[in-house]
T-cell receptor, first 115, second 114 residues
């Protein structure tokens, strides 16, 4: 089992460029989410999805788009990259979302630098 | 306003001794708490959890204690081993409150010294 796979692991962008961070899971999890981790800030929720075709905003959604066309994939799009989006991004999934016990399985992370 | 607080950014403990990591929360609706461990260049991995109906949960060397009246939980690692050196995140959720996921603290970097 691969678990949660994120690509790319590293990316450097120029301000204003757009890109997509890919996330795929093979555990048939309904719930998927994106977090960003910044020094001294912990993990903050960007967007989440409780199933195919359903997405919603988390704590810090501005500047990011998501879609969920399949159960397996949950890409995160940066529309016009800004230096403030320099961060490490983690995709996570679980069988259930906020309801009941929630144990997230995380990907290895994607480190993004915006110049 | 930070709802889950880990006030110690780092903690240094000698190998073989007890490590105690602390976490405070402000939202009284949180009813499930988790600890995640993170090594550099890896994603966080689930370590141990506790429901608000309990005040203690053990798993091998790891024990989590919950004090609801104080809105405080702690993770005890006994004995501490070099492989325990990592960043530990406390997380909380209102399991009946919707799908907006876990709220994480800022993390505590545990360093186990030989």
């Amino acid at each position: 089992n691969a678990g949660v796979t994120q690509t790319p692991k590293f990316q450097v962008l120029k301000t204003g460029q757009s890109m997509t961070l890919q996330c795929a899971q093979d555990m048939n999890h309904e719930y998927m989410s994106w977090y960003r981790q910044d020094p001294g800030m912990g993990l903050r929720l960007i967007h989440y999805s409780v199933g195919a075709g359903i997405t919603d905003q988390g704590e810090v959604p501005n500047g990011y788009n998501v879609s969920r066309s399949t159960t397996e994939d949950f890409p995160l799009r940066l529309l016009s990259a800004a230096p403030s989006q320099t961060s490490v991004y983690f995709c996570a999934s679980s069988y259930s979302g906020g309801w009941g016990a929630n144990v997230l399985t995380f990907g290895a992370g994607s480190r993004l630098t915006v110049l | 306003d930070q709802q889950v607080k880990q006030n110690s950014p780092s903690l240094s403990v000698q190998e073989g001794r007890i490590s105690i990591l602390n976490c405070d929360y402000t939202n009284s609706m949180f009813d499930y708490f988790l600890w995640y461990k993170k090594y550099p260049a890896e994603g966080p991995t689930f370590l141990i959890s506790i429901s608000s109906i309990k005040d203690k949960n053990e798993d091998g060397r790891f024990t989590v204690f919950l004090n609801k009246s104080a809105k405080h939980l702690s993770l005890h690692i006994v004995p501490s081993q070099p492989g325990d050196s990592a960043v530990y995140f406390c997380a909380a959720i209102n399991s009946g409150g919707g799908a907006d996921g876990l709220t994480f603290g800022k993390g505590t970097h545990l360093i186990i010294q030989p």
